[in-house]
């Protein structure tokens, strides 16, 4: 007799051998640009959010949503999607947060119903004020082992990296 397959106790799996370091392609990290935008881009980000929570009471991605109303007033959930690079999902949460804190104020467009304009309150623009004095200190140390022109060509290069991303996602930079 044959003893029923549901009653056995799971096989523990096997780990997984590591593959040699020689089995195959490997990124080399300290030339593949896109791992060190990303590096730089995450160390930078979690060092603002933990900055600018304690100093402000905002996190990095409400910092930037700010930062763009203070640009834009009156945009669209959409326009900051598509500036900032971020789903719809984490704008619209972060926004809610924003507005019951009272930092941002949602009304329905004026020439369009369907859509929703948003500017930051004289709070939310206090705040902002206060924050962009602290990033672009932090601006400032980051390029500082940067020559006035070697700034200038690396803000070029990203400019027209930002302009070239279709060609990898498949649509159009802001």
């Known amino acids: 007799m044959s003893q ?6 799971p096989r523990r799996p096997r780990p ?21 935008i990303t590096f730089i881009a995450n160390k930078l980000s979690n060092s603002a959010t933990v900055f600018y929570q304690r100093n402000f009471g905002v996190n990095v991605t409400e910092w930037r949503i700010m930062s763009l109303l203070a640009i834009e007033p009156g945009i669209p959930a959409s326009r900051i999607c598509s500036v900032i690079g971020f789903d719809k999902g984490p704008v619209s949460r972060n ?4 507005q019951k804190r009272g930092l941002v104020a949602i009304r329905t467009a004026p020439d369009d119903g369907r859509t929703h304009a948003i500017s930051l309150t004289p709070r939310g623009r206090a705040i902002h004020d206060k924050v962009i004095m602290a990033a672009l200190e932090r601006e400032r140390r980051l390029l500082s082992c940067l020559k006035k022109d070697e700034r200038e060509v690396l803000i070029d290069l990203l400019r027209r990296l930002h302009e070239n991303l279709g060609a ?3 649509q159009g930079s802001t």
């Open 95 to 98: 926004l809610s947060v924003l």
């Open 168 to 170: 990898v996602t498949g």
């Open 4 to 9: 029923n397959p549901l009653s056995r106790k």
């Open 16 to 36: 997984a051998e590591p593959a040699p370091a020689d089995d195959g392609p490997l990124l080399d990290l300290e030339r593949y640009v896109p791992a060190f």
